[in-house]
T-cell receptor, first 116, second 112 residues
Framework: GAVVSQHPSWVICKSGTSVKIECRSL??????MFWYRQFPKQSLMLMAT?????????EQGVEKDKFLINHASLTLSTLTVTSAHPEDSSFYIC????????????FGPGTRLTVT | KQEVTQIPAALSVPEGENLVLNCSFT??????LQWFRQDPGKGLTSLLLIQSSQREQTSGRLNASLDKSSGRSTLYIAASQPGDSATYLCASPSAGTDKLIFGTGTRLQVFP
């Protein structure tokens, strides 16, 4: 149990275009989903926290107009990178949690974004 | 603000050795602490989750301990194998927040 999927697993796009990444909890309902970004040889950095049905909370330094997060259902959250630029190239990982506070987060397999 | 650090940053050992990976955190008021494994270009695999009330957790050849008073956790890997080669990350939220703070990771290579 507790499986989280991401789609696509990798994507290449041209500078200036937008890319949408999906995160799904397959066998549980996720009240909260998290989006992380990981640059090569670095650790994961939290970008934003989203609760189903409400606006996402973004970490300091993360542009909310550039990284649009939608958590429309208890099993799906999407991250849209708008007007992507080469510096947005990174590994994006989502996680999902069934409850609040002390509940464990389950991580997706990640999406590799390359902007040319 | 929670800060998590890991030492060593990289470790290369021959097969069969017992290993200790270290994780330090600044805010001891934590709900739990997790250890993850990450293979190159892949997502995270959860290895062990230690609740704040626990002192250790074991899974197969892995044993994780937690000492909140000193702000430390260790991951012990017994009889290491080449298949254990990966980056190991520890992570913990600060109490009262939803944010999982990750350590810098230890890159482990076990050679035959």
């Amino acid at each position: 149990g507790a499986v989280v999927s991401q789609h696509p697993s990798w994507v290449i796009c041209k500078s200036g275009t937008s890319v949408k990444i999906e995160c799904r909890s397959l066998d549980f309902q996720a009240t909260t989903m998290f989006w992380y970004r990981q640059f090569p040889k670095q650790s994961l950095m939290l970008m934003a926290t989203s609760n189903e049905g409400s606006k996402a909370t973004y970490e300091q330094g993360v542009e909310k107009d550039k990284f649009l997060i939608n958590h429309a259902s208890l099993t799906l959250s999407t991250l849209t990178v708008t007007s992507a630029h080469p510096e947005d190239s990174s590994f994006y990982i989502c996680s999902a949690r069934a409850g609040t506070g002390n509940y464990e987060q389950y991580f997706g397999p990640g999406t590799r974004l390359t902007v040319t | 603000k929670q800060e998590v650090t890991q030492i060593p940053a990289a470790l290369s050992v021959p097969e069969g050795e017992n290993l200790v990976l270290n994780c330090s955190f600044t805010d001891s008021a934590i709900y739990n602490l997790q250890w993850f494994r990450q293979d190159p270009g892949k997502g995270l695999t959860s290895l062990l989750l230690i609740q704040s009330s626990q002192r250790e957790q074991t899974s197969g050849r892995l044993n994780a301990s937690l000492d909140k008073s000193s702000g430390r956790s260790t991951l012990y890997i017994a009889a290491s194998q080449p298949g254990d080669s990966a980056t190991y990350l520890c992570a913990s939220p600060s109490a009262g927040t939803d944010k999982l703070i990750f350590g810098t990771g230890t890159r482990l290579q076990v050679f035959p």
